[in-house]
C-alpha cells in the first residue's frame, strides 16, 4: 500500500503500516546518529529532559553535509541504523514512535517497535542529494559540537520511506529473504 502521513503520527496511523509499504512522510523530523543517541541516553538517566519530545518523535539517522547557498540542509542520506540498536529500544518505550534509516535491526530493536506499536523505515541509501530536496526547513536544536551529527529539527515534505519494521512484528528484510529461497524452491 502507499500511504501519506503528517508527522507527528499518531499510534492509530502507525498501526495500519506493514512492511513494504510505501510511505510518504510530511512534517516535524529529527535527527540524531550515533554520538547524539549516547548524549541524549545520558541525559534521560540523570533525570533530564532531552532536547526534544521523545514522544510521537521521528528519528532520521543522518548526518548531512553543510548545506549550499540557498539550500536549508546539504545532502542527507540515512546512516546504518544498527548503530543505535543500542539506545532504541529505552527511546521506544519513552514515546519514540518512528525511525529512518538503513539496514536491518536487532532482535530487541524488533520487539520494542512491535511492544510500542512503532515503525522502523528505510530511506532510499545511495540518494542522498534526493531526500535533501524533500527537506523544506533544517535547524540545529542541540549539540552544534557534534557538527554533522547535531541534533536537528527538520520540516520535510513527502519524504520517500519504506517501511521494513510494522507494529504487528512484519519485517520487511526477512520477508524478501524468504521470497528468495521460496522462489528457488528451497
Known amino acids: 500500500m502507499e500511504y501519506q502521513l503528517t508527522a507527528p503520527f499518531t499510534k492509530e496511523q502507525v498501526k495500519a503500516l506493514r512492511a513494504g509499504d510505501r510511505v510518504l512522510v510530511t512534517g516535524t523530523v529529527y535527527t540524531a546518529r550515533d554520538a547524539a543517541h549516547k548524549r541524549i541516553a545520558e541525559m534521560l538517566k540523570r533525570g533530564e529532559r532531552p532536547p526534544f519530545d521523545l514522544k510521537n518523535s521521528i528519528i532520521y539517522y543522518v548526518g548531512p553535509t553543510p548545506a549550499k ?99 504487528a512484528g512484519g519485517d520487511l528484510y526477512q520477508q524478501g529473504r524468504e521470497e528468495y529461497l521460496k522462489s528457488l524452491g528451497k
Do not use: C, H, W
Open 69 to 167: 547557498p540557498g539550500n536549508p540542509i546539504g545532502s542527507a542520506g540515512p546512516t546504518t541504523s544498527y548503530r543505535m540498536d543500542a539506545y532504541a529500544p529505552d527511546f521506544l518505550d519513552r514515546g519514540q514512535l518512528a525511525m529512518i534509516g538503513k539496514g536491518q535491526r536487532s532482535q530487541e530493536v524488533k520487539e520494542a517497535v512491535t511492544r510500542n506499536g512503532a515503525v522502523y523505515f528505510a530511506a532510499i541509501g545511495g540518494a542522498a542529494a534526493l531526500m535533501a530536496k524533500q527537506i523544506k526547513e533544517a535547524e540545529v536544536i542541540a549539540f552544534e559540537d557534534l557538527g554533522a551529527e547535531a541534533v536537528r529539527k527538520l520540516y520535510v515534505e513527502n519524504l520517500p520511506l519504506t517501511v521494513v519494521l510494522d507494529p
